[in-house]
């Protein structure tokens, strides 16, 4: 079945450590995007991509990175977590720019 | 720029009552507005989009670009409509086509 996977789903972990929240479709869609949704529930873009080997800043800065090696996969990455990181990250896709967006059911980190 | 303004963060209303929730945009061209729900500890996911001019769950959304406006409404308030509710507005012109949210309204349906 066509969906957008996100994992780990939960994630607890120390500051300083390195981590990288999974997302992938099997929806065909080129477009992907991750949003911040932060505790009082505000949705912010920061990273988007159009394609392979094409990736793009959103809106709202954030330290972290993402990568499109491939069309279903979209990771992002944070190299060195802290407290000010602790968020819901939310994966999105969509067949066209501007169109209806898809969403994981999101990764919830808390960084220690 | 383009923005998305969702003045009430918090609305309650009793069940059987008509039920708005006000989404304000500004942007330079022809939007694309959205609604999308996330209904508790389920995903975010499109509840209706003007250009489709339907109505789902009863919920109903009108473009009104006079007032630059795109309210959603529902005559009569069910108590499953409690949800977290966003506005979202895309632009193909100019962003390149990114969608920007509103912060988002939090239904509370009462029995």
């Known amino acids: 079945e066509a969906d957008i996977y996100q994992t780990p789903r939960y994630l607890v972990i120390g500051t300083g450590k390195k981590i990288t929240l999974e997302c992938s479709q099997t929806?065909?869609?080129?477009?992907m995007y991750w949003y911040q949704q932060d505790p009082g529930m505000e949705l912010h873009l920061i990273h988007y991509s159009y394609g392979v080997n094409s990736t793009e800043k959103g809106d709202l800065s954030s330290e972290s990175t993402v990568s499109r090696i491939r069309t279903e996969h979209f990771p992002l990455t944070l190299e060195s977590a802290r407290p000010s990181h602790t968020s819901q990250y939310l994966c999105?896709?969509?067949?066209?720019?501007?169109?209806?967006?898809?969403f994981g059911e999101g990764s919830r980190l808390t960084v220690l | 720029a383009q923005r998305v303004t969702q003045p009430e963060k918090l609305l309650s209303v009793f069940k059987g009552a008509p039920v708005e929730l006000k989404c304000n945009y500004s942007?330079?061209?022809?939007?694309?507005l959205f609604w999308y729900v996330q209904y508790s500890r389920q995903r975010l996911q499109l509840l209706l989009r003007h250009i489709s001019r339907e109505s789902i769950k009863g919920f109903t959304a009108d473009l009104n670009k006079g007032e630059t406006s795109f309210h959603l409404k529902k005559p009569f308030a069910q108590e499953e409509d409690s949800a977290m509710y966003y506005c979202a507005l895309s632009g193909l012109n100019t962003n390149a086509g990114k969608s920007t949210f509103g912060d988002g309204t939090t239904l509370t349906v009462k029995p």
């Open positions: 929806m065909g869609h080129d477009k």
């Open positions: 999105a896709s969509s067949k066209n720019a501007g169109g209806e967006l898809f």
């Open positions: 942007y330079s061209g022809s939007p694309e």
